[in-house]
């Protein structure tokens, strides 16, 4: 069996980020510019400069340009070696045409620094650093191998040897800051829009279920009426027909699968959080509803509402968002995951703030993070020391991200802490020691609050059969 190829290129998620046209169009602005330069430095410097060996390095762009306009569609996105090999071969191209031109004596020298700006923006690492690596050597090259720069009266013009010296070293010191600073900026860049479609799509899911839910309530409200007439005309028809007989025993079919319905539809009533009465509810409600789903996972989870309140004091009743129960479903998830055998909830408020905090007995959060936590795809370090107490775990830090930016929306303020200080990364079970989390939102109309309560409902009516 072949071994599978190890390139550097292989398998990058920036492949098909650049197209073609950007790249010829770009190429087509720097044969205009260095045209345009000759030119001038010719006509208005007087400057005696190798027309044939220039014409011959522009030449190598626009014969490039005119190739790939030709054979390739204008919409084709290049691979990650395509637009490496590419952008080599400007910083080549560039290379040629400085060394015909006084070499690093050519105050132009600077411009080796752009294909470097591009590989650091729209490619991978291994890319960049080829590119870099590349524009590196032919300015070593052109600064020992050039044709020297001469004016009209036959005098070189160069720098002196150490401005020289210095003049490379500045260079090079820009390849390498400009390339490793642009990277970083558009990795995050690259990070955070990956991190917000994920939280477009978590809260778009809980929107679709929070409508399917809507949908079954209604469903189960219409279809009770006809459920009950038909039982109510079946239990008739079993007290008229006579017992043992076959109309008998399909009366009591219809009847028992009429109760079956009936069942079927108020189990799914419960799910249909839509109705009118259910887009708001207690406080309490809501975070016990965020933590039902990790309740069966081997963790206790302890909700304690009013914390050092008076009991006398009513609950708030705030809107049941999507966003803030699927946020909140995420900080219990993430407490429960690293909880050696509690979570606590707790809910308080006051006139000004409605507070939530969620706390664990876990080893809590590592100091050097504290500063960084809601930021997506944060990773501890590699892997083996990643994995070296919860195996299974390999979280990133974007579940925190999405729970971070969708309870933002809502109006809250979260801050993370932990429950011990100095930190010592034990964890002790039954003890508030390891990871806190604190969520505020302010009262009225800017949080989350309900800006009036629903309506009682009134007295149900038993159904007589």
């Known amino acids: 069996m072949a071994e599978p190829s190890l390139s550097l290129f292989d398998g990058d998620r920036s492949s098909g980020l650049v197209k073609l046209r950007t790249l010829t169009t770009l190429r087509w602005a720097a044969v205009a510019g260095q045209t345009a330069a000759i030119g001038i430095s010719q006509r208005l410097f007087d400057l005696q400069i190798e027309l044939g060996l220039c014409a011959a390095a522009i030449g190598l762009s626009i014969i490039a340009n005119l190739v790939f306009h030709f054979v390739y569609p204008e919409n084709k996105r290049l691979s ?104 970083r900026v558009s990795t995050e860049i690259h990070s955070m829009s990956q991190a917000l479609m994920a939280t477009q799509m978590a809260l778009a899911r809980e929107q679709k279920l929070t409508d399917l839910g809507g949908v079954v309530a209604a469903a189960a409200h219409e279809l009770g009426t006809p459920l009950a007439t038909i039982k109510l005309v079946s239990s008739e028809m079993i007290g008229d027909l006579e017992p043992g007989t076959d109309l008998h025993e399909d009366a009591l079919l219809i009847r028992d699968q009429a109760d079956r319905c009936r069942d079927i539809l108020r189990s799914m009533g419960r799910t249909g959080k839509d109705d009118l009465h259910l887009r708001q509810a207690l406080l309490g409600a809501v975070i016990e509803e965020a933590a039902e789903p990790h309740r069966e996972r081997g963790k206790q989870i302890i909700i304690q509402s009013g914390i050092g309140m008076a009991l006398a004091e009513e609950q708030p009743v705030i809107l049941r968002h999507p966003e803030l129960i699927h946020g909140l479903r995420n900080l219990i998830q993430n407490a429960v995951d690293f909880a050696s055998s509690t979570v606590w ?64 929306r809502t109006g809250a303020d979260l801050n993370f802490a932990n429950g011990t200080d100095p930190y010592t990364g034990i964890a002790r079970p039954g003890e508030r020691c390891g990871a806190i989390v604190e969520l505020a939102w302010p009262r009225g109309p800017e949080g989350i609050e309900a800006p009036e309560r629903a309506p009682a409902l009134g007295e149900n009516v038993p159904f007589q059969t």
């Not at 910083?91 to 650091?120: D, E, H, R, S, Y």
């Not at 160069?158 to 390339?179: K, N, R, T």
């Not at 370090?381 to 925190?400: I, N, S, T, V």
Request: net charge negative; glycine share 10%.
């Open 345 to 408: 909830i707790e809910t308080c408020w006051t006139d000004e703030t409605l507070t939530v905090r969620i706390l664990d007995d876990g080893t809590g959060f590592p100091p050097h993070l504290l500063g960084r936590i809601g930021d997506p795809f944060l990773r501890k370090g590699p892997k083996p020391e990643r994995d070296a107490h919860r195996p299974e775990y390999e979280g990133m830090g974007l579940g925190l991200f999405i729970a971070k930016t969708l309870l933002e």
């Open 80 to 183: 990650a070696r395509e637009a490496t090999m590419m952008l080599a071969f400007d910083t080549v191209q560039l290379g040629v045409l400085l060394g015909v031109t006084g070499g690093i004596n050519n105050p132009f020298a600077l411009l080796i620094l752009a294909p470097v700006t591009v590989a650091a923006t729209a490619l991978s690492l291994p890319a960049t650093l080829a590119v870099g690596q590349a524009a590196i050597v032919v300015l070593s090259v052109i600064s020992w191998l050039h044709l020297p720069l001469v004016n009209s009266e036959g005098k070189v013009l160069s720098l002196p040897e150490l401005f020289a010296i210095g003049y490379w070293i500045a260079i090079v010191v820009s390849i390498v800051f400009i390339g490793i600073y642009t990277r």
